[in-house]
Structures are given as structure tokens and as C-alpha cells.
């Protein structure tokens, strides 16, 4: 069976780098394999470059980014614990959620949704939290969040980022920020096919992290015998087998980008969202992300009046194999998502969905 090829310009997947989809055809490699652990090491060294962290324990987890959201909470979160979230879109909703089955007190603080974490109200929610926790790039709503506010005012908590949409394609400090845990996904930014999530976590957290998680297969202390402290250790502890292509996938993507240079492929996002947003303002159509705050890579646009949101969409999936993705929750069928990440963070996809675009709008 032959899968016509799309043009990925949604919230994610996105198209992934060359590099990362050649990797994939590699020969298949063992888990305990020392060529293996070899990448598996210099893969983790390469997520620690692109989270900005010396963190020894950093590593691509085996599960998409939901279960780096779901680690992060069970490794550090118990019964009674105060967490405070920002909600601010979706995947602040998720994390209240993940948090309350951990037997949390979950303080959300409530935001409108297209607009950016105000640090003063979450800081000020509730006097001594375990753990705060933001999302750095709401993919629901294409916001973009500062973290160094939290990070200065968090006092004794610990500071948990989603960095899903953010990491590769904006900048990502976590270390000069004062970010304790973090996690992503391989399927956006980061322009590999999704299925791994990069995690990291510095040793103020692990110091505070619950020694029996409730999750065997998301305990940090067993997954840390076989990859990121566990490396150069000369000994590993099995635990699962880890999804081997993909992690030489992520390799390779990884590799890509440093290659470009981390500044060059934010500045190439960059530039990408600028030309969207001028573009799609040319066309008369209104952005959803409060201005300031706006993600390059991920653009929320409102659906003009009159206009069904699904109609446009199955169109362009239809007549030109381009995908843009819906709205969620009350903005299902009044926002689309436009996203420009990895190799899709080029000028000419920029002209490909705007003439798409147009013409569908103009019939």
C-alpha cells in the first residue's frame, strides 16, 4: 500500500527532517546493543543542547510527549501535594488533570485563552507549593509564555515546563531560566515522526522525587539505570526495550539541527511565523494569540463569519494534500492552527498555505 504524501501544517505531526526519516531505514538495532547505547548516550547529549541544560538526566523517553506530562507529575507529585498550574489553553487543563490523579491539591490558575501566563497571579496563588508547573508553548492556542518570571519567584518549588511545541523551534534556556523539569515531543519542532518524548529533570527535583511512583513504567529511578545517568556508567540496568529506530531517528534529527545551528533554526522559525502572520492579516483574516506573545510556529487564526471551519480544512486536505489543524475545546470550529516547525519552517510553505488558502476562501 502506497500513503499519499501530505503536506503537514498543522499542530503536529509535522513533516519530518530528511535526515530523521532516512534514519529509519537504518538496520535494526538491540536495546542492549553497544552501538545502540552509543547513540542513545550521544542522543541525550544532544537533547541536553537543545533544552539548554547540563542536566545528567536527560533522555528520550519511550512514549509521546503526554507520557513526558505524565512522568514528570508521578515522579515528583503525591498524595497531598500542592501543585499550581497556569491554565492558559488545553494542555494546562491536561496537566491540572495528570496532577489530581497523582492524589495532588491542584490550584489552577485560570487564564483566558489566547493569552500568555501572568506570573504574578500563579506566584501568588498559593503560598508554599511542591511544584508549579506552565506550558512554555500552548498548542492550543499558539501562545507563548515567559518562564523566567516563575523561575525567579518560585522560591522553594519546583518549576515543571511543557516545552511540546517550544523546543527547536524557539529558544529553550532551562538552566539560566532556573527550570527544575522538563518535557517534549519528537513530532513537532523537533522533526521527527512522533513517538518519543525528550525529558529532563535536574537534581534539586530528583532530590524531591517520590522514591515508588505509582507508574512502574514511568519510574525515573528505573529508567535512570539504563539511560541518562546511566551513561558512561559502563553498566546497564534493562527495563523495557526501547523503541531502537526511533531513537536513531531522533539522532539524527537532533544531529540536523545542531548542524544548522540552534540560532539559525530559531531565526529560520522565526522568520517563517512573520511571514504567516503578515500574510494572513493581507488576506483579511484575524489572529487568534494575544500580539507580543505569538508563537513563529504554531499560528492560531480566527475562521471568518459564515465560513464552516471543517469544510475549509477537508478541502485543503482534499485538493492539495496540505493539512492545517481545528481549534479545540470552545474554539473547535472558530480557530484554525497553522504550523510551520522543522523543515516546514521555510518561505515557500509560507506562500503554499496562504495561496491554498485564498483560492479555497475565494470559492
Known amino acids: 500500500m502506497s500513503l499519499r504524501a501530505r503536506t503537514l501544517l498543522g499542530p503536529g505531526p509535522s513533516n519530518p527532517y530528511p535526515e530523521a526519516t532516512v534514519a529509519l531505514g537504518q538496520p535494526l538495532l538491540g536495546h542492549l546493543d553497544p552501538e545502540f547505547l552509543r547513540i542513545l548516550d550521544e542522543t541525550s547529549d544532544r537533547l541536553r543542547q537543545v533544552f539548554g541544560t547540563a542536566n545528567r538526566r536527560t533522555l528520550p523517553l519511550s512514549a509521546t510527549g503526554s507520557a513526558g506530562m505524565e512522568a514528570a507529575f508521578v515522579n515528583t507529585v503525591g498524595p ?11 494542555f494546562g487543563q491536561r496537566m491540572v488533570d495528570v496532577a489530581s490523579r497523582c492524589g495532588a491539591e491542584v490550584v489552577a490558575v485560570e487564564h ?5 501566563v501572568d506570573a504574578d497571579r500563579v506566584l501568588s496563588a498559593h ?19 515567559d518562564l523566567e518570571p516563575l523561575a525567579a519567584g518560585k522560591g522553594d518549588a519546583l518549576l515543571l515546563a511543557d516545552c511540546v511545541t517550544s523546543l527547536g523551534g524557539v529558544p529553550v534556556q532551562l538552566d539560566e531560566w532556573g527550570v527544575d523539569l522538563a518535557y517534549s ?8 515522526a512522533p513517538g518519543l518524548a525528550p525529558f529532563t529533570i535536574n537534581d534539586r527535583a530528583w532530590d524531591r522525587r517520590i522514591e515508588k511512583p505509582q507508574s512502574w513504567y514511568l519510574d525515573l529511578g528505573m529508567l535512570g539505570g539504563y539511560a541518562g545517568e546511566a551513561a558512561g556508567s559502563g553498566g546497564r540496568t534493562y527495563h523495557h526495550t526501547a523503541p531502537t529506530g526511533m531513537v536513531v531517528s531522533l539522532h539524527a534529527g537532533l544531529g540536523r539541527i545542531l548542524e544548522e545551528g540552534l540560532d539559525a533554526v530559531h531565526a529560520r522559525h522565526a522568520e517563517a511565523g512573520r511571514l504567516l502572520h503578515s ?18 510556529e504554531l499560528t ?23 493539512e492545517i489543524g481545528g481549534g479545540v475545546g470552545a474554539y473547535a470550529a472558530t480557530v484554525w492552527r497553522i504550523g510551520l516547525m522543522g523543515q516546514n519552517a521555510t518561505p515557500d510553505k509560507v506562500v503554499l498555505v496562504l495561496g491554498a488558502l485564498k483560492e479555497v476562501l475565494g470559492r
Not at 80 to 90: F, P, T
Not at 127 to 145: D, F
Not at 279 to 294: I, P, V
Open 112 to 116: 483566558e485563552w489566547g493569552q500568555p
Open 80 to 90: 497531598g501535594d500542592v501543585v499550581v498550574v497556569a491554565v492558559n489553553g488545553l
Open 300 to 322: 492560531t487564526v480566527r475562521v471568518p463569519d459564515g465560513v464552516d471551519s471543517a469544510a475549509v480544512r477537508k478541502e485543503l486536505l482534499e485538493r492539495y494534500d496540505l
Open 185 to 192: 515531543g519528537s513530532q513537532k519542532c523537533l522533526g521527527v
Open 279 to 296: 500574510g494572513l492579516a493581507e488576506l483579511g483574516l484575524e489572529l487568534f494569540a494575544a500580539e507580543g506573545h505569538r508563537l513563529p
Open 127 to 145: 503560598p508554599s507549593p511542591k511544584l508549579i508547573a506552565a506550558v512554555h508553548a500552548e498548542t492550543s492556542t499558539g501562545v507563548l509564555s
